[in-house]
């Protein structure tokens, strides 16, 4: 079937389908590190994060596996954020938190869990299913519908608690505009973080 861009005077073809290389990872995202003996978040190496996260990760994104991880913010549990940028570099567009505890080699060992076991290991492995699909749908729907379920109570540890989403709204070294991203732009994911986060930040004495 023709290219129907070519019946169109003046008209440039579509670009042809590139698949986003490690490079454009690097490039598109930030990761902001919750410095809790500081008080403040700060942007650390988002390919060590990608790293910390372990081979299959880093791999399957085209990275190197060997190569700096997240010794810089030591052991025990640590708050992360990962913000989408746009086109421009400049505004984040959209922010997903992450919440793990790290080992002393920098590496995640695990994170923090509400789920069972037995619902974390099939938490596990409908996720490793989904990531590793090679067509659509990844999940059948009634599986989709039992990870939505335990993402929600798993991701739910992950939710920033008022005085962080405030550090970061005063600490994130980018605009935040909110852009047309469909999950609601960085205001969107703010909010969804904490729906009343505009009344808790009122007891801080902080405008949002």
């Not at 085209?62 to 010794?71: I, S």
């Not at 590496?107 to 619902?119: A, G, Q, R």
């Not at 409908?126 to 929600?152: G, H, I, V, W, Y």
């Amino acid at each position: 079937m023709a290219n129907d861009s070519e019946d169109l005077p003046g008209s440039d073809p579509l670009p042809a389908y590139r698949p986003p290389t490690f490079a454009d990872y690097l490039d598109e995202q930030r990761c902001l590190w919750w410095n809790a003996a500081g008080s403040r978040w700060v942007e650390i190496s988002y390919e060590a994060f990608i790293r910390a996260r372990g081979t299959w990760w880093i791999e399957k994104m085209g990275g190197e596996a060997e190569g700096e991880t997240l010794t810089r913010c030591g052991t025990g549990d640590h708050r992360f954020v990962i913000c989408m940028m746009d086109d421009t570099r400049t505004q984040c567009v959209y922010f997903h938190a992450h919440r793990y505890v790290l080992d002393g080699k920098g590496m995640i060992d695990h994170f923090p869990t509400t789920l069972s076991k037995d619902e974390d290991e099939e938490y596990k492995r409908l996720d490793m299913k989904r990531c590793t699909a090679k067509q659509q749908p990844e999940l059948d729907s009634e599986e989709q519908a039992r990870f939505e379920r335990l993402a929600d109570q798993q991701w739910e540890v992950t939710r920033l608690p008022p005085d962080l989403l405030i550090a970061l709204k005063r600490d994130i070294p980018w605009g935040t505009d909110p852009g047309d991203h469909p999950r609601g732009g960085f205001w969107g994911a703010y909010q969804h973080h904490n729906k009343a986060v505009e009344n808790l930040a009122a007891r801080f004495g902080v405008s949002t």
